[in-house]
């Protein structure tokens, strides 16, 4: 489904911050992805649907190797790649069914975007998955208006509206109070089964990471020195990921995302 | 223990630590008021004659004169027409030059050609690409409805494309990831988020485009100005005041009217 | 996929508006568009000159090009005049600018009618363009650069002392508790508790304003008041559209030095 080969990433920054990953993702199932804040995390996630531009190696997305897409190609890639971000990145000024329907861009002509006149099978799959997620009362409500939980929500469904061959979810919870984030989280796992999807979550949080994970993997420096069960985590391995580095992460890191397609000059929240 | 506490004395340090650059820059501004004022080419004969002759104006204009209703009206019609159409049309220029010229979304040379409207559009003033379109065009209210167009195009498009580059990001990379090119980024991530600046700064284009209408007409692109001009050149200073009342008076009602439509809009 | 699949008797529906929103936005955009047909329809265009417009400005910056330098001394000394002119009258403007700040700031007036002065002061020069104070001053001093500062200088006015009334409600009171309580009578609050707090701004806006006055200042010469106007006017008049094409250049660059000097100074008071 998904297979990372020797990916290396170096911001203009100079520094190299992932250092010749591999990795293959099979089928459904959870992966989480741990490691302190700054291991690379983030980066590595952004590069499968190209936010980031990877510096060299491949990356094969259901037969499809992404890196060195261009225009309407890596458009078409990026729609059997489903994201969800960790501040859920919603158009906040558009309705929850709106953004729900921006999941199906890419498949959708300009007209029928700007005109909002989707056809009638997303509705009903648009309808359907809000129904999933107890989202059915809020259709019409402005995306700002909702509350967080209620926001991963639509983040989770306007990315399931893709299509999506495989899902990303870069810290999907670090913005949420302890329970929703375990509400979404256990939604996140549920779908995945439901839908048979493979799903690939950065996590700071390694409690969640054992609890919802099939398979997790440590990232430390760029480098990945963990790769298991859930339950072969044990405090040597979680010394080794997170020794030295700064800090066992239950805390909430600093995200730098972004900045690299604005060319590097403004840091995001 | 006996000896007297020495005696100190405080001033408040100057501005200016440095006292050559301190008393420099003073007489650097009163030299340089001196030349300004003994190089202008003040005719001191003509300015001395100035105050009775403003008595005798002042004096002329009171009472106003509202007899000739007609040609104000026409006149302030005028105006307004060319304030709406200029509106509409500039702001909807507006957008694409904003977009080009927001440096976050558009590639550099893009960026550059956006600027360098904006700038172009901004750096003159509105008098003096009203005569250009007047010799262009010829006179009347078309001239005064380009004009117009350019002044706004400077202005909304310079506030939008500032609005453009302080979007938040994540919501143009949540739509980028899903596969959307870059209209549909505009469309969905891009304008959601600048249209209640867009219609705020539309309104408020709208009552500086209704003041700005008023005087390209003094150089004959439409308009009241032109009236106005018209008076003060028959020396006709009792209607020139007349128009001028209404001028302030529509120009206060129009303020307020923006204004509170804008404090609605947030 | 399972979740797509379960069978509906009756197919979803969704709009962007309901009907209630729909029927508002329809009833605005009709009319805006019979204001908009209305502006159109009664506006006394000429429309073979409308179709011709593009062509014509074209032709005009065909006929500018090359600019002619050859009067470059007289239009420096003109782009000097309306320099000058700028600075003058944004000094002159200050010393009615600052009282009539003081008068028009709620905290600071000494009453209901100077107040109300104030005010009236504020929105009388603000709402006059300088254009027509510069008719005005021509009409009474004659063309020439007074008629110039006075208009640039009374335009001045109230945009000054408004922002600067703003700042003036705006100070902290904390302050001026501290002086009041300190003993200190009304001269004193103004030195110690408002001076300080607002200075900064008062210079902004006096610089702002100034780079605002050297734009103001080159189309005085269009109805006789001094400055690059003049022989704006006098190039195009005489249809030497090549001088005209340099007068602008000329016009271009200053504004953009003003700009980028008192955006520079501001960031300094501030
Ligand atoms: N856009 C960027 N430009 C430059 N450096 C970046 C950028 N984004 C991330 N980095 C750097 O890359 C490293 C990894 O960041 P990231 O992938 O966000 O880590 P994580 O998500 O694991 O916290 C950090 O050192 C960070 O400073
Ligand atoms: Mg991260």
Redesign the interface.
Known sequence: MLRITDLTKRYGTGELVLKGLTLEIGGAGLTAIIGSSGAGKSTLLRCINRLVEPTSGSIVVDGVDVTGLRGRRLRHARRSIGMIFQGFNLIDRLSVMENVLSGRLGYVGFAQALTRRYPQADIDRAFTLLERVGLQDFVNTRADTLSGGQRQRVGVVRALMQDPKILLADEPTASLDPKTSQQIMSLTRELSEELSLPVLVNIHNVHQAKEFADRVVGLRYGTIIFDGAGSDLDDAALDRIYEGTAGRGDEHGDETVGADARGGTVASP | MSAAPPKRTWRKPPAIANPVLRYGLLGLTFG??YW??A?????WN??V??FP??VR?FGNAIPPEFARSQLMITGF??S???A??AT?IGVALSVPVAVMAAR?ISPTPVYLLGRAII??AR???P??VA???V????F???AGI?TLIVYSLGFVGKLLAEAIEEV????I?????????Y??VL???VF??I??RQVGLSIYQLDSNL??S??VG??GA?GIGGT??NA?RRFD?DFALAI?MV??AI??VSEGISGRIRRGLT | MTLGERERAEPYRWQRFTLAERLGRFLIYLVSAAIVFWALRTLDVFWPWVWSAPTEIADLFGRMTPPDLRRGDEILRAMLETIHIATLATFLSLFIALPTAYIAAQNTTPNGVTLWIGRFILVATRSVNTIIWALLFVAIFGPGVMAGILAIAFRSIGFTAKLMAEAIEEIDRKPVEAVVAAGGDKGKIVLYGIVPQVLPTFLAVTILRWDINIRESTVLGLVGAGGIGMILQGAIDTFQWQTAATILIAILIVVILGEVVSSALRKRVI
Do not use: C, N, W
């Open positions: 340089y008021l300004a004022v190089s202008l080419p003040f005719d003509r300015i004659q100035g002759r403003a104006i019609t005028e307004i027409q060319m709406i159409i509409l976050t700038i172009l750096s003159f003033h008098v003096i005569i250009i379109f010799k262009a065009v010829g009347g209210a078309l380009l938040d990001y994540g919501q990379e949540a739509i980028r990831a899903s596969g959307a090119g209209f549909k469309v969905y991530a959601p988020q249209l209640p003041r700005a008023a005087v003094v150089v439409g106005l001009m003060f200073y001028l001028l302030i120009i206060l």
